[in-house]
Nanobody
Framework: QVQLVQSGGGLAQPGGSLRLSCAAS????????IDWYRQAPGKQRELVAN???????NYADSVKGRFTISKDSPKNSAFLQMNDLKHEDTAVYYC???????????????WGQGTQVTISS
């Protein structure tokens, strides 16, 4: 079994910063890809940032220059540092890992439980 647990988030003022964390545990050989999504009320879930399988990073245009995705591979963890936060960053944020496992099915996708980020003055 593989589990993904998120932490961080909460309330921040415009211009402030928050950091999200996501940690996987269980039957893990390696983490192939890491994605951070968010879903604002009444909107579709959108990809915010990710690590591809070759280690390159991508960011949504709306967060470029403000958000930074990072990872700690030995700890099967990922982070999303969010700076210069704006009202429109308010959403529930989710991490998603594509993981290689030792036991069948040998590859699984897991989502974090989601964490609320609210930007308000």
């Amino acid at each position: 079994q593989v589990q993904l647990v998120q932490s961080g988030g909460g309330l921040a003022q415009p211009g402030g910063s928050l950091r999200l964390s996501c940690a996987a545990s269980g039957d893990i050989i390696m983490v192939y890809t890491i994605d951070w999504y968010r879903q604002a009320p009444g909107k579709q879930r959108e990809l915010v940032a990710n690590f591809t399988e070759n280690g390159s990073t991508n960011y949504a245009d709306s967060v470029k220059g403000r958000f930074t995705i990072s990872k700690d591979s030995p700890k099967n963890s990922a982070f999303l540092q969010m700076n210069d936060l704006k009202h429109e960053d308010t959403a529930v944020y989710y991490c998603k890992f594509l993981i290689a496992t030792m036991l069948p099915p040998y590859e699984v996708t897991r989502w974090g439980q989601g964490t609320q980020v609210t930007i308000s003055s």
